[in-house]
C-alpha cells in the first residue's frame, strides 16, 4: 500500500487555514466584545499604535526601500532586522487589534453596536488574510530573507 504524504503546499494550505480560522472566531468575538463598551483611551492608542506601526513597516518596505543588494542596510534596517520577533507577533496581533479597534472608532462614528460589529469582523478578516503576506514581504524588504 502507498504511503501517503502530504506535499508542502498542502502543509502551508493548513496552516494558512488554520491561520484564517483562528483569526476569524477570535475576530468575532473581540468585534461583539469591543462593540459593546466604550474602551478607555490608552487601550486605543495602543492598539492605534499597533497598526502605526505595522502600517509604517510596509509603507517602507512598499515605498521607500531599495533592494538590499544594491546597498548596504541602513540603521533601521539592521534594527528591525535583529528584532524580528517582536515585529512578528505585531503581525500577528494586528488582525485581533484591528477588530477592537475598528469596532471603537465605529461606535465613535455611529452609536450601532450590529454594524459596528460586521464592519469590524470583516475588516479583521481582510488584514488576518493578508498578514501572512506582508509577514513575508517586510521581512524580505527588510531582513533579506529571500534572498
Known amino acids: 500500500m502507498p504511503e ?4 508542502p503546499v498542502q502543509k502551508m494550505t493548513l496552516v494558512y487555514g488554520a491561520w484564517l480560522v483562528i483569526c476569524g472566531l477570535a475576530a468575532w ?3 461583539r466584545w469591543s462593540a459593546r463598551r466604550r474602551l478607555n483611551g490608552v487601550l486605543f492608542a495602543l492598539l492605534a499604535l ?3 506601526i505595522n502600517l509604517a ?8 526601500s531599495v533592494s538590499i543588494l544594491d546597498r548596504p542596510r541602513n540603521a533601521l534596517e539592521k534594527f528591525l532586522q535583529h528584532t524580528d ?3 512578528y507577533v505585531l503581525f500577528a496581533l494586528w488582525p485581533l487589534a484591528s477588530a477592537i479597534g475598528i469596532a471603537q472608532t465605529s461606535l ?3 452609536n450601532r453596536p450590529v454594524p459596528a460589529r460586521w464592519v469590524a469582523f470583516g475588516f479583521s478578516v481582510v488584514i488576518a488574510a493578508l ?3 506582508f509577514v513575508i514581504f517586510t521581512t524580505c524588504g527588510l531582513a533579506g530573507a529571500c534572498l
Open 57 to 64: 513597516q510596509l509603507v517602507y518596505v512598499f515605498g521607500f
Open 50 to 52: 499597533l497598526a502605526a
Open 131 to 133: 498578514t501572512p503576506l
Open 85 to 87: 520577533t517582536v515585529w
Open 29 to 31: 468575538y473581540l468585534a
Open 108 to 110: 465613535k462614528i455611529a
Open 4 to 7: 501517503e504524504r502530504v506535499t
